[in-house]
């Protein structure tokens, strides 16, 4: 017999199981907050946990992800048992921990074949089938073990041990997990028994010599390593332009120079005749010929130099010659340069401004991570500063771990969601790769949008759970009806709740009709008036009824006001707001009704209770169709979830609104503003004479 955790908020689904799991045979054992169920698992541990998401306080999932985070209910099977129904949910389900995820409604055939199969993965040696490993062989239905025809005698403890060793195994058990797995975690013993066990165990193997299929592990260690490559870059390879001409200049730069030694040389020949020193003044002049174009050619080369040395925003040197040419081909291409350079700054900066205007968070990061550049976006995203920051390691100044860890990645192909740095919004990030070892950030504020898709799934949950869940609980008594044999007690317990969820699901349709109708329906009229003392009347017999004397109701003794519209829809709105009051406030507490004139005209009526009240977090979505302010859609209080909804939508198609005071712990403040067009003010007799004629 297994011992099974239910837990569920709503009785009658909750009742639908135990009456199922006890009839095949299991124990069963109830909890109906994530506050029971925890006590409930530190007392004794469960075989199994059957377990709803939306509990009050804590839910579910929180509960499943606590549970799995302790090492003494790590290895405890959940299954979740819920309305949510989409595949994000189940797919949060299962990563929170639970071991199988079913929807409601369900079939209680198809939940008890699901424990079953749990029960089986969980608890392999309560089957009876033989465990062969290697030459050995356990027999759990004669608790005999064997190899070949020779017989192992074991102790009672050492044959669950055993078992246990056969069933898991090429795996490393701590004491801890075997004293858990094998005495129970209800058992407290000294984990070093667990020691003595085994040595008994390898004892008792040893003459068929099968002691060394069990090992003992100790200290066991891994490593781990951290590879970098470093940040290289490779200047791009500028292509110097080819000449053709320039062969051409350096034979004439020669032709030149052979013909200052040639003219030089002719002229000291002639000079030195006179002397008998003709030779000598030949290379005289020659070296003076060579000379004098070397001394030209230093005088322009060094212009040229100095003028490349300066910033080269004057025009070169303008010589003849080799040099003279050497300059106006540098300048010009010095020019051409500046002329790109130009041209490629100008759309950098166009780039860069349209980056700038992107609505999108763009962070260009360099090979070592380091910030080249990010527009305002993604330092508003980021908490950056633009040019203080630029080459700084972008995980010295974002520390978001979802960030960092997506850095380490390669590239991202999903997006990653994270919190900004000052927790204001939510930031969508993809991370990537381009060029050499460069990367690309871009971050999203997609708050509105997972806002929109949390209201979204919030309220399909809850429809669903609305609606799913008295079906839940009349498709399962009338399977267990049929299936079961169960006694006279249980089936009329089986057919009183089964009246209950029928009921339940009639008062919805009701109130969902309700909804439709005023969404399609014309404006109220502005010509018939609906007297509030009728109003109140009414409301105060429905609310002194549900109270039953367990509360102080205060209506306005006398009202002569009157309010143009419809008379079914304002009365619906009144009575669902005191309603509301008197459900949650305590036993001895107080609902008032008042109605004032303000001084723009307008009427306001307001319902105030001493009730429980709710935190201002929730009041922007209390209007909100099946909202609910505790997390477990509990029925203890009655209602749909539906009331301040239809609330809003009538005073809205009477040109009002709704104006809501709360306080978790002293109570709230309903006001219906009315405005001064549809407010009538009548005098004693014509509101009497208006109650005749309505009463007739």
């Not at 058992?187 to 060394?212: M, N, Q, W, Y």
């Not at 740095?421 to 999203?444: H, P």
């Not at 317990?493 to 399609?520: C, P």
Request: hydrophobic share 40%; glycine share 8%.
């Amino acid at each position: 017999m297994s011992r099974v955790l239910v837990v569920e908020d709503e009785p009658a689904i909750a009742e639908l199981m135990a009456i199922n799991l006890r009839h095949a045979g299991h124990e069963v054992v109830m909890a109906s907050t994530a506050e029971q169920a925890l006590l409930q698992v530190d007392q004794v541990l469960p075989d199994l946990v059957v377990l709803d998401w939306m509990l009050p306080g804590q839910s579910g999932l929180a509960l499943a992800k606590r549970w799995r985070s302790q090492s003494r209910t790590r290895e405890l099977p959940i299954i979740m048992l819920t309305a949510r129904a989409e595949e994000p949910d189940k797919i949060a389900g299962l990563d929170a921990g639970a071991d199988d995820y079913l929807t409601k409604p369900f079939s209680t055939n198809e939940l008890m074949a699901r424990i079953r199969a749990v029960l089986r993965r969980k608890a392999p040696d309560a089957l009876d089938s033989a465990v062969e490993v290697g030459m050995l062989r356990l027999d759990p239905a004669t608790r005999r073990v064997s190899r070949d025809t020779q017989e192992v005698r074991l102790g009672p403890t050492e044959f669950r041990l055993l078992h246990f060793f056969m069933t898991h195994p090429e795996r490393v058990h701590s004491r801890s997990q075997l004293l858990d797995r094998v005495w129970g975690d209800h058992v407290f013993i000294e984990e070093r028994t667990v020691d003595v066990h085994v040595k008994r165990l390898r004892e008792a193997l040893s003459p068929v010599s099968c002691a060394g299929m069990i090992e003992t592990v100790r200290g066991p260690a891994t490593a781990s390593h951290t590879s970098s490559s470093p940040w290289r870059h490779d200047p791009d390879a500028h292509a110097v332009e080819v000449e053709r001409s320039a062969m051409s200049w350096l034979f004439s730069r020669f032709l030149a120079g052979a013909l200052a030694m040639v003219v030089g040389a002719s002229l000291g020949y002639w000079s030195g005749g006179p002397v008998h020193a003709s030779l000598i003044a030949a290379v005289l002049g020659g070296a003076v010929g060579v000379g004098t174009i070397s001394a030209i050619d230093t005088v322009r080369g060094y212009r040229l130099i100095r003028w490349l040395a300066g910033s080269q925003e004057d025009a070169a040197p303008r010589d003849t010659g080799f040099w003279g040419e050497i300059g106006y081909r540098v300048e010009r291409s010095i020019r051409s340069r500046e002329r790109g350079t130009a041209q490629e700054r100008l759309r950098l900066a166009q780039f860069l401004s349209a980056m700038e205007a992107s609505p999108n968070g763009i962070l260009l990061l360099d090979a070592n991570d380091q910030i080249h550049w990010c527009n305002s976006v993604a330092a508003d995203h980021f908490g950056l500063d633009p040019e203080r920051d630029r080459m700084q390691p972008v995980t010295n100044l974002v520390r978001a771990p979802g960030f960092v860890a997506a850095l380490h990645l390669p590239s991202t192909t999903e997006a990653v969601l994270v919190p900004d740095v000052r927790g204001r919004c939510t930031l969508s990030i993809v991370i990537r790769a381009y060029g050499e070892g460069l990367r690309l950030v871009l971050s999203q504020d997609v708050t509105q949008r997972e806002r929109a898709d949390a209201m979204r799934r919030d309220f399909v949950a809850n429809v669903s759970h609305e609606i799913r869940s008295p079906l839940t609980v009349v498709a399962g008594f009338i399977e267990t009806l049929s299936s079961l044999p169960l006694s006279e007690v249980e089936r009329k317990r089986v057919l009183m709740l089964m009246g209950q969820q029928a009921q339940r699901m009639q008062t919805l349709v009701g109130d969902l009709l309700i909804l439709a109708q005023l969404e399609g329906s014309p404006l109220p009229p502005s010509d018939r008036c609906v007297p509030l003392a009728k109003l109140f009347g009414q409301s105060k017999a429905d609310a002194v009824a549900l109270s039953s004397g367990r509360h102080t109701v205060r209506f306005p003794e006398e009202c002569a006001a009157q309010i143009a519209g419809n008379e079914s829809e304002l009365l619906s709105a009144l009575t669902n707001l005191v309603n509301n009051a008197v459900r949650y406030t305590p036993e001895g507490g107080r609902v008032t009704v008042s109605w004032r004139t303000r001084d723009d005209g307008s009427g306001e009526v307001s319902v105030a209770d001493t009730g429980i009240g709710v935190d201002r977090e929730h009041i922007p979505r209390l209007t909100e169709r099946f909202y609910r302010v505790d997390g477990s859609r509990s029925r203890d209080t009655g209602g749909t979830g539906l009331g301040l909804s239809i609330v809003k939508h009538v005073v809205q198609r009477h040109g009002g609104e709704l104006e809501i005071q709360s306080e978790a712990g002293k109570g709230s403040r309903f006001s219906l503003i009315l405005p001064a067009a549809r407010v009538r003010m009548a005098g004693p007799g014509v509101a009497g004479a208006n109650e005749q004629r309505s009463v007739a």
